[in-house]
């Protein structure tokens, strides 16, 4: 079976109304990202209130992680 080529003019009003949308969901999805930023805030907020630095705690995860983790055997092996 032979498909059916799409003219210029169908192909156009193709990517037109994809695009329509497109940018229709795209505006749907920064609705949705700007709730989820305010709720991140707001939990934030209540941390700090709270008295929890979040600062602190995110200097202090990196550092954890950037630290080599050392076991006995590589200890045995540097002092033997």
């Known amino acids: 079976m032979a ?3 799409l003219s210029k003019e169908e192909q156009i009003g193709f990517h037109k109304g994809a695009l329509s949308v497109l940018a229709v969901e795209q505006q749907e999805f920064m609705k949705i990202l700007q709730v989820v930023q305010q709720q991140i805030e707001a ?3 209540a941390l700090k209130g709270l008295g929890i630095d979040l600062e602190a705690e995110a200097k202090k995860a990196m550092a954890d ?4 983790q050392s076991s ?3 200890l045995a092996g540097r002092l033997g």
């Open 65 to 68: 992680q950037k630290a080599p």
């Open 3 to 5: 498909e059916k080529q």
């Open 43 to 45: 939990h934030v907020n």
């Open 72 to 74: 006995g055997s590589d």
